[in-house]
């Protein structure tokens, strides 16, 4: 995925939002985006590769591995990233969808035509709702996935040593994780930039609702 790109995208939309919009693309930018891209790619690059299970038995340590870490946090992440700067291109997209149809009219009608939006990037009317509708969604995908994060590992940590006995296990094995505290400190820093991340769409929603 081409993250400058992404990242430009999203700088764009700073331009249409409030003052607590534009704390949530710093946090996200800053706290999340640039810490994803580097240094929590590099921290779970091996959590595969290092994974080890004292057994010898062919196919133990994946079917293990795969007990345990059904989803990568890494692409969790990803995904979580994706979805929840989504709805703010949107917002992008319906001021241009605005702007569009204002040229349309000028090339139409000339330059003494009757404008619909003299302010494209002002939230009234159908923009007021695509913005508060993104907020709702934002904060709702962080809550879905911090779900998923606390059903899939619990309490957002990873333990040192997990016990397996699937099969072809020959018995109760011992399976070790690769950087287990490096790994937990980046996952509790995610989870809590998160958390601000749905405070701050809350408050921008109430915000707009009040000021409207």
């Not at 706290?31 to 057994?55: G, I, M, P, Q």
């Not at 992440?77 to 009219?105: D, F, G, N």
């Not at 820093?189 to 609702?209: D, G, H, R, S």
Request: aromatic letters at 16%.
């Amino acid at each position: 995925m081409n993250w400058g790109s992404f990242e430009g995208l999203l700088r764009a939309v700073n331009v249409y939002s409030t003052a607590f919009g534009r704390i949530w693309l710093s946090v996200v930018f800053i706290f999340r985006l640039l810490v994803y891209l580097v240094a929590a790619e590099k921290v779970w690059s091996d959590d595969h590769k290092d994974f080890d299970c004292n057994t010898r038995q062919p196919g133990c340590t994946n079917v293990c591995y795969d007990h345990f870490f059904p989803i990568s946090h890494i692409r969790l992440w990803a995904l979580q990233l994706i979805l929840v700067t989504c709805p703010s291109l949107l917002v992008l997209m319906h001021v241009a969808y605005r702007e569009a149809k204002e040229e349309r009219l000028r090339e139409i009608q000339g330059d003494n035509y009757r404008r619909i939006y003299p302010n494209p990037g002002k939230k009234r009317g159908g923009l007021w709702w695509t913005y508060l509708l993104s907020l709702i969604f934002k904060a709702a995908v962080d809550v879905v996935f911090l779900y998923i994060f606390f059903r899939f590992y619990r309490n957002y940590t990873l333990p040192r040593v997990v016990k397996c006995e699937l099969p072809p296990c020959p018995n109760v094995v011992d399976c070790f994780i690769s950087r287990p505290t490096e790994k937990n400190i980046f996952t509790l820093f995610m989870v809590v930039t998160t958390c601000i991340c749905v405070v701050l769409n809350l408050i921008e929603a109430t915000y707009l609702i009040g000021k409207r």
